[in-house]
């Protein structure tokens, strides 16, 4: 009985996720006994790269997969401490894409392919090259393509019917020519990745299983009806899954994912109510409406709390047309409440650089007596917080996190705002604002904790 492994691509490929959305997902696809979990390729390095670091300390067994296209070290350094690590390059195999998306010639690409892959090599043995756009490839390119990746080290290849336009039979054809050229790779894992642009993205996935593929990657919802078909026709077929379809559904009982076109556009939070996550407020909406806005973001607000982020959302819609999900979640984390200093941030010092190990010094005032911190991270942000934690004595669980601009130009201060989940399980955001984000991200820490300590200690 051979066994199909499934990855969840929803991460890596959906928009508008929070932090704790992606924590959440990850926890429930490993729990599952997801394959891999993919992650997205970094664009903030300090939000992403705290991301996929929390992710690393918390996968118990699926694979965490960093995309390393743009940059090999960064992708690293965020998921090396994890138990089973994966370094993927992905670049376009279709002329289309190459010269006209990634503007590099057929050649240039395949030396691309060969510098990255080895690359990745250094850092870790599993490395898995996806090929993109691979239905509408040339195929001598394409073979030439995943040699070379393979000859640099690729322990995986992942092959991309990126447009989704190719039928069932002609996909299985496809696969399994591309299979037959790689007979010999013996140590070579090979998985498939399809869309649901057509509606056959789950006859896609079975025919390409039938021509020899043994992981098949795609969103939430394709890979239930995969799980499903394999439950009930598995034993027929020779094949079994990674994950049952009683254990899938229940585990994703609280997950809803929305599509359009065939493809998922927003996932919601497991635990919380989120049927009007993509609200647009104006300032029109009563207090009653704001609230029940604030809750879908996971806050439970007291009547005071309501009061001033009520008051404040009216300032900020007088000044324009619509308030969406995102400006209404700052304007709670700044005004819901403001709690006594507890905690009053005296210093801190901060040595990082790419040859050494970060860490932060950090002294705070509490009753009087200024307590110091020092800690080591992965990154300044981290050791700041890890250092924070050990002042107070505890460590909350981080929600989220977001850094925004406040201000523009060369000096532009940047805002941090982080959620804190209380021990009884509350949200608190913090807000801190700084021309040094590190600085705002300390401020906001210490601001939520001070909440905490204020209203639950």
């Known amino acids: 009985m051979r066994k199909i492994h499934l990855t969840d691509v929803t991460i890596s490929k959906t928009e508008g996720l929070s932090f704790k959305d992606k924590v959440e997902m990850a926890k429930i696809m490993d729990k599952l006994n997801f394959a891999c979990v993919d992650l997205p390729i970094i664009t903030n390095v300090q939000t992403d790269s705290l991301l996929n670091k929390t992710l690393a300390t918390t996968l118990k067994e699926a694979r965490l997969c960093a995309d390393a296209t743009d940059d090999v070290e960064i992708a690293?350094?965020?998921?090396?401490?994890?138990?089973?690590?994966?370094?993927?390059?992905?670049?376009?195999?279709?002329?289309?894409?190459?010269?006209?998306?990634?503007?590099?010639?057929?050649?240039?690409?395949?030396?691309?392919?060969?510098?990255?892959?080895?690359?990745?090599?250094?850092?870790?043995?599993?490395?898995?090259?996806?090929?993109?756009?691979?239905?509408?490839?040339?195929?001598?390119?394409?073979?030439?393509?995943?040699?070379?990746?393979?000859?640099?080290?690729?322990?995986?290849?992942?092959?991309?019917?990126?447009?989704?336009?190719?039928?069932?039979?002609?996909?299985?054809?496809?696969?399994?020519?591309?299979?037959?050229?790689?007979?010999?790779?013996?140590?070579?894992?090979?998985?498939?990745?399809?869309?649901?642009?057509?509606?056959?993205?789950?006859?896609?996935?079975?025919?390409?299983?039938?021509?020899?593929?043994?992981?098949?990657?795609?969103?939430?919802?394709?890979?239930?009806?995969?799980?499903?078909?394999?439950?009930?026709?598995?034993?027929?077929?020779?094949?079994?899954?990674?994950?049952?379809?009683?254990?899938?559904?229940?585990?994703?009982?609280?997950?809803?994912?929305e599509k359009q076109n065939g493809e998922a556009k927003e996932i919601a939070k497991p635990n919380v109510d989120v049927s009007n996550v993509d609200f647009a407020l104006s300032a029109d909406d009563t207090q009653e409406t704001v609230v029940k806005a604030a809750k879908t973001l996971g806050y439970n607000l007291t009547e005071s709390e309501e009061n001033n982020v009520y008051a404040a959302f009216k300032r900020v819609a007088a000044k324009k047309s619509v308030v969406d999900s995102k400006e209404l979640d700052v304007i709670i984390a700044t005004s819901a409440f403001t709690a006594p200093a507890t905690y009053e941030l005296v210093n801190y010092v901060i040595n990082c650089g790419n040859i050494i190990k970060a860490t932060a010094n950090i002294t705070l005032k509490y009753n009087g007596e200024e307590l110091e911190g020092v800690a080591t991270g992965d990154g300044p942000i981290d050791a700041a917080f890890t250092a924070i934690n050990q002042i107070v004595g505890h460590e909350y669980e981080l929600d989220d996190f977001q850094i925004l601009t406040a201000s523009v130009g060369s000096e532009a201060a940047g805002r941090a705002i982080i959620k804190l989940r209380a021990d009884s399980g509350k949200l608190y955001a913090g807000d801190g604002i700084s021309t040094d984000i590190i600085g705002a991200s300390i401020h906001a820490y210490v601001d939520a904790i001070n909440k905490i300590v204020y209203e639950e200690a």
């Not at 599993?126 to 030439?144: G, Q």
């Not at 002609?170 to 013996?186: C, H, R």
């Open 76 to 257: 690293w350094e965020s998921i090396k401490s994890a138990k089973r690590p994966i370094l993927k390059v992905s670049l376009p195999t279709s002329t289309v894409q190459m010269e006209y998306h990634s503007h590099v010639k057929p050649a240039k690409m395949i030396e691309v392919i060969d510098a990255k892959v080895k690359a990745c090599k250094e850092k870790t043995v599993n490395v898995e090259f996806e090929a993109l756009d691979a239905t509408r490839a040339e195929f001598d390119f394409l073979k030439n393509a995943i040699a070379t990746a393979i000859a640099a080290g690729a322990t995986k290849i992942t092959v991309c019917d990126t447009e989704g336009r190719m039928m069932p039979d002609e996909f299985g054809e496809f696969i399994a020519k591309i299979i037959a050229e790689f007979k010999d790779a013996e140590d070579v894992i090979f998985a498939v990745s399809v869309v649901n642009t057509l509606g056959l993205a789950t006859a896609c996935a079975f025919a390409a299983i039938k021509a020899g593929a043994c992981e098949i990657k795609t969103d939430t919802s394709e890979i239930e009806s995969i799980v499903d078909v394999i439950d009930k026709r598995g034993a027929d077929l020779g094949i079994s899954a990674s994950i049952k379809s009683n254990k899938l559904k229940t585990g994703f009982k609280n997950v809803k994912v």
